[in-house]
């Protein structure tokens, strides 16, 4: 059974920086790369960053660029992502993503449809 569990959510006032941690557990991730995203109230779920299994890549929505770092330790399971600058329009509930398809392949998928797992989310919110 395959495990996402994200945290480091909060609220932060704008310009405050967040560290979201995302654990991956009950499988073997081997050469998986790793998504994040968000959805806002009322909006569609967006591609906010991605990481390749060596780390050697990265990709970063537009809205997001210069100022979200992601990473992950493998020998962890994890993956990180780093908000600084927040903005209220940060504000959503986030997620990790992965998905099989990419193992050992160095490609970061930017739309929703191709990841198969899930983590649960975590929440938040940036005040103005």
């Known amino acids: 059974q395959v495990e996402l569990v994200e945290s480091g959510g909060g609220l932060v006032q704008a310009g405050g920086s967040l560290r979201l941690s995302c654990v991956a557990s009950?499988?073997?991730?081997?050469?998986?790369?790793m998504g994040w995203f968000r959805r806002a109230p009322g909006k569609e779920r967006e591609f906010v960053a991605g990481?390749?299994?060596?780390?050697?890549?990265?990709d970063y929505a537009d809205s997001v660029e210069g100022r979200y770092i992601v990473s992950r330790d493998k020998s962890r399971n994890t993956v990180y992502l780093q908000m600084n600058s927040l903005k209220p329009e940060d504000t959503a509930v986030y997620y990790c993503?992965?998905?099989?398809?990419?193992?050992?392949?160095?490609?970061?998928?930017?739309?929703?449809?191709?990841?198969?797992?899930w983590g649960q989310g975590t929440q938040v919110t940036v005040s103005s």
């Open positions: 993503a992965t998905t099989p398809r990419t193992m050992f392949t160095g490609l970061i998928y930017t739309s929703s449809a191709q990841y198969d797992y």
């Open positions: 009950g499988h073997t991730f081997a050469g998986f790369s």
């Open positions: 990481v390749t299994w060596t780390g050697g890549r990265t």
